[in-house]
């Protein structure tokens, strides 16, 4: 069985446990987030989810983004929209992925539906505990019209002895509606140079540009059809990329109605937008800090004759029209999101490891499985003679269970009672192991009903 089957296949099972986080025997865990969400809008829609803690890491993080078609009398919307999924920690946003949904592809012998793989590998330091996620589809349907979005995520987890880890994500630029080609609101004013502290101990450092063209009838027919230069520069340095698509005619989710077969700057209809990686290691320097600059079209500068602002655009003659409408001409944008990704090697220790280690070091596992309904195992690791408790206490504070830990290497499970038998409710429980000699740690379960 290949792994996309296997996935499938452990996601189905999930679905029948109705658990928001599988963690399959072995290495992989599994997390659902929104399933089958309604969007007719271009509503952000904002939800919470729990995800593995910081204990391990991941060799790799994939993110599943399905599209589907509502039922009747519903249908899909069928035009293609923006859309994208952004990860909100301390009020700011991490754009993870982005998508534009596909034209019409709900006739016969069509799709239907799209489901695409993204690697989320980088973004794991994000994707811990507790998360808040924001989603979005530039929609305007309205009515029934318009897509179910589902989001699942595999979590591979790493193999000794060491992983290059990318240990910290900085937003960089962040712009949706970035105009191109307007004298008196040049995009450079939306693109500053940013400085950035890069630490000790950072192995590498690359720039992500997640960025795509919209808008079209402008001059050389901006933003969407035009084939521009885009161009990072790190302390000096250029890096230069051509934000352009050509492979839209053999588009995964096909066939679609429209015109989803031309090309188009940086993404396709029906398609993920594939980011723009550059990696500036050589021209950083750890301990000290790095000058990050973003251009576009640096040695030619554009100007949009097809504007209502250019007093010297004559409609029907270079443009066919000098004012914008909601069809053959749009304003040319540019949607931008941008980070800095910073990496250190670190040492991952075995399993195997972890054994010949008992003797002097004490472990605390995450239980399994989490969520829980109705029980789960704890798992720990005590050096020989050592005595010590593990307590079960609520988001108030107070203890609803304790179990005293005899053995060297042993495992509680927990039902889900307190001390007289009675069921608790559900929600986010701790559970900690404490020592003769001080020594403490504690982890946060749920359990759901």
């Known amino acids: 069985m290949n792994s996309r089957l296997m996935f499938l296949f452990n996601l189905a099972f999930v679905l029948l446990i109705n658990l928001q986080v599988k963690a399959a025997p072995g290495d992989t865990t599994y997390v659902q987030t929104f399933q089958q969400d309604f969007y007719n809008w271009a509503t952000p829609h904002y939800q919470t989810f729990l995800f593995p803690d910081t204990s391990k890491h991941y060799s790799k993080v994939t993110l599943f983004y399905k599209l589907e078609c509502p039922s009747a009398p519903g249908d899909c919307d069928p035009w293609d929209r923006l859309g994208y999924l952004s990860v909100v920690k301390d009020s700011v946003e991490y754009e993870i992925a982005r998508i534009v949904t596909p034209y019409d592809i709900n006739n016969p012998g069509y799709p239907g539906s799209c489901t695409w793989e993204l690697d989320v590998t980088d973004y794991q330091t994000l994707l811990t505990d507790s998360v808040m996620f924001k989603s979005y589809i530039e929609t305007w349907i309205s009515g029934n019209k318009g897509w179910l979005v589902t989001v699942d995520f595999e979590f591979i987890e790493a193999s000794p002895p060491s992983l290059s880890f990318p240990y910290k994500v900085q937003r960089l630029w962040q712009n949706y509606h970035a105009v191109y080609g307007e004298p008196a609101d040049p995009i450079d004013s939306h693109l500053q140079p940013m400085t950035l502290d890069v630490e000790q101990g950072v192995d590498s450092m690359k720039i992500r540009v997640i960025a795509t063209g919209h808008g079209q009838g402008n001059t050389d027919n901006a933003a969407e059809f035009s084939n521009k230069t885009h161009i990072i520069v790190a302390n000096g340095t250029p890096q230069i990329h051509t934000l ?133 195992t704890i798992s720990y690791w005590l050096p020989k003679n050592s005595k010590a408790k593990l307590f079960i206490f609520n988001t108030l504070g107070e203890t609803v269970r304790e179990f005293e830990l005899l053995e060297t290497k042993g495992s509680v499970v927990w039902n889900g009672t307190d001390f007289s038998g009675k069921t608790v409710s559900s929600g986010v429980y701790f559970y900690r192991l404490e020592t003769g000699n001080g020594f403490s740690e504690t982890k946060k379960m749920v359990l759901m009903k």
Do not use: M
């Open 244 to 376: 352009w698509r050509s492979d839209c005619n053999v588009n995964p989710c096909s066939p679609q109605l429209g015109t989803w077969t031309y090309s188009r700057a940086g993404w396709c209809p029906g398609d993920k937008v594939i980011p723009w990686d550059v990696d500036v290691t050589p021209y950083v320097t750890a301990g000290s800090q790095a000058v990050i600059d973003y251009n576009i079209d640096w040695f030619l500068p554009y100007e949009n004759l097809c504007r209502p602002t250019n007093p010297n655009c004559i409609p029907n003659g270079v443009c066919t029209d000098c004012n914008y409408n909601s069809t053959g001409h749009t304003e040319p944008i540019y949607a931008i999101n941008s980070q800095a990704i910073f990496y250190k090697t670190i040492l991952i220790t075995s399993l195997g490891e972890q054994a010949n280690q008992t003797a002097k070091t004490f472990r605390l596992e995450n239980n399994f499985p989490n969520p829980f309904n109705p029980t789960t």
